[in-house]
């Protein structure tokens, strides 16, 4: 294990999501994880019930003291909530040694508690999505950032926000599909080619944590040298497997099983 991955994001008391699922993907992927942590959620199977923001000298004691003595291959961000927030994460990370940032635009929580401001859009699109190697919003996160009014609902609407996503200034983006209808597909733009990465729609509603064992896993293959394709095809399938045999604790939303593909294997 020589790669190192730091994570900012919010911790998620369930286990399932944020910092949690970022560090156990991590493990998965045998990389070793860091975390600079930016909020509490007291979260639940069924409620975001309890949200505590940490101001900003909280988190950036953090991240230096991560940074300081193991250093850092690869950074990934998920949920930061406000803009004050992304604007000094984007300061930091504009001389951050990284080869890599993954920024995840995570907006709500599985339950539909609010997990970015509303002011703070703006700020993502112009300060921390320019430094970005990859993004990875789902399709509600890529219609917000593209301020728009009507749903993203097939892979041509996909390539197009895509198309338009890109001129944020990232080297890549991948939208992912999984609340389309009738496929699990997701787009990867590089600014030229599209490349797709489809699975079987898997029917559970355990899906907590998916799009941050998502990002995760893209960022460890990253900081093992994979290239973005290979990171995003092993990553697809990695949770494909955590959502296959997705964990039903609690009494609403369950987890994705971030040790499935150990278990199982992927298919
Ligand atoms: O799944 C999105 C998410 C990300 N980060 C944190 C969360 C959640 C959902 O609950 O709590 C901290």
């Known amino acids: 294990m020589k790669a190192r991955v730091l994570s900012i994001a919010g911790s998620a008391a369930q286990g399932s999501a944020g910092i949690q699922a970022d560090l156990k993907t991590f493990q998965e992927c045998d990389v070793y994880g860091m975390a ?8 639940n199977s069924k409620t975001e019930q309890g949200i505590f923001i940490h101001d900003k000298e909280i988190v950036r004691a953090q991240y230096e003291a991560a940074l300081e003595h193991v250093g850092v291959d690869t950074v990934k961000t998920g949920m930061l909530f406000s803009k004050e927030l992304i604007e000094e994460i984007s300061t930091w ?3 951050c040694p990284a080869k890599q940032i993954i920024v995840d635009p995570v907006m709500i929580g599985k339950m539909g508690s609010q997990l970015l401001a509303d002011d703070a859009i703006a700020v993502l699109k112009e300060k921390l999505i320019p430094l970005a190697t990859i993004i990875t919003p789902n399709l509600y996160e ?9 749903i993203i609902g097939n892979v041509e609407e996909m390539e197009e ?29 590089d600014g030229a080619r599209f490349a797709y990465y489809e699975k079987p729609r898997v029917n559970t509603i355990h899906t907590s944590g998916a799009g941050c064992s998502y990002a995760s ?12 394709e290979k990171a995003v095809e092993l990553a697809k399938n ?30």
């Open 93 to 95: 990370l504009q001389d």
């Open 161 to 189: 926000a895509a198309k338009e996503l890109f001129q944020l200034g990232s080297n890549y983006v991948l939208i992912k599909g999984g609340a389309l209808e009738d496929r699990a597909i997701d787009v990867l733009f």
């Open 36 to 43: 600079a942590i930016t909020a509490f959620v007291a979260n």
């Open 217 to 228: 896993a893209i960022a460890a293959e990253l900081a093992k040298g994979r290239t973005m």
């Open 238 to 267: 990695f949770v494909h497997a955590a959502i296959s045999h997705a964990l039903s604790f609690g009494r609403g939303v369950g987890s994705t099983n971030h040790a499935a593909r150990r278990n199982y294997g992927v298919d």
């Open 142 to 150: 890529a219609g917000k950032l593209l301020n728009r009014e009507t």
